[in-house]
């Protein structure tokens, strides 16, 4: 049985009837191809398991600063699309919206439906999880107790930063969480807590970009880089190499 709002979905807005075939996702790593038996109260009839994937491999998690409600919600969505497994939405003090408890239970169920459809159209297997805002320093322990390692978005600092292809590459096998800034940038204690411990430090390159630009570009180039450094690690045959570790 599906969900009240992915079986009203179905009937009332995809206009779905007994006996019409389906591809069906559980955000959970397997699709399947199912024959709807009661489109109104979303019952169907799995017929075949067409793709299952085992839990992505190392995680590669988006922590992003809130910013305005549309712009945000895309990069929710552009992440789902280039397969982020965890999002979580950050708090800074140039952070420009401020959610009170009421407005944020709002906008988390909104983020949650919004990462389902998107889910659907892209077929993605995984739905990343979903996090509540919190202040970069809760989010930092967070990433602390898991074992990931925090790399944070750099702009023009005076020292030079290594690209974030290079960061990735360099823990290619690591659970990552890339970390954003408002579009203020980090205040002074920020930046030293980001400097500290673990966590790393990558650029993009020269460009300023807006905050929801450098969110997507970093997860497609990190994408890109633990490509390449999968690809460097097989054998034409496409076996792996007796050694995996980093170059």
Do not use: Y
């Not at 709807?36 to 009839?45: H, I, Q, S």
């Not at 990931?148 to 030079?160: K, W």
């Not at 807590?193 to 790393?200: E, H, I, N, T």
């Not at 999968?230 to 995996?244: E, N």
Request: a neutral charge.
């Amino acid at each position: 049985m599906l969900a009240p709002e992915e079986a009203a979905h179905l009937s009332k807005v995809r206009r779905v009837r007994d006996g019409q075939e389906l591809l069906v996702l559980d955000g959970r790593g397997t699709e399947a191809r199912a024959v709807a038996t009661d489109a109104r109260k979303g019952a169907l009839d799995v017929r075949e398991i067409t793709r299952r994937e085992e839990s992505p491999g190392p995680p590669m998690e988006l922590a992003l600063a809130l910013t305005r409600t549309g712009a945000f919600e895309d990069a929710i969505a552009r992440a789902v699309e280039l397969g982020a497994t965890v999002f979580r939405p950050i708090e800074t003090e140039h952070t420009v919206v401020r959610l009170d408890e009421r407005k944020r239970a709002a906008r988390h169920e909104r983020w949650r439906r919004l990462a389902i459809e998107r889910l659907k159209q892209c077929e993605r297997l995984w739905l990343p999880v979903l996090h509540d805002p919190v202040p970069l320093a809760v989010l930092v322990g967070e990433l602390e107790t898991a074992g990931t390692i925090p790399v944070a978005l750099i702009e023009r600092s005076g020292v030079q930063t290594p690209l974030l292809g290079e960061v990735v590459r360099q823990s290619a096998d690591a659970a990552l969480c890339l970390i954003v800034g408002p579009e203020g940038g980090w205040n002074a204690g920020e930046a030293g807590l980001l400097a500290s411990g673990r966590c790393r430090a990558a650029s993009l390159g020269d460009a300023i970009l807006r905050a929801e630009t450098a969110a997507l570009a970093a997860m497609a180039l990190a994408a890109d880089a633990r490509l390449s450094h999968v690809r460097a690690l097989l054998l034409p045959d496409g076996t792996k190499t007796a050694s995996t570790g980093t170059p």
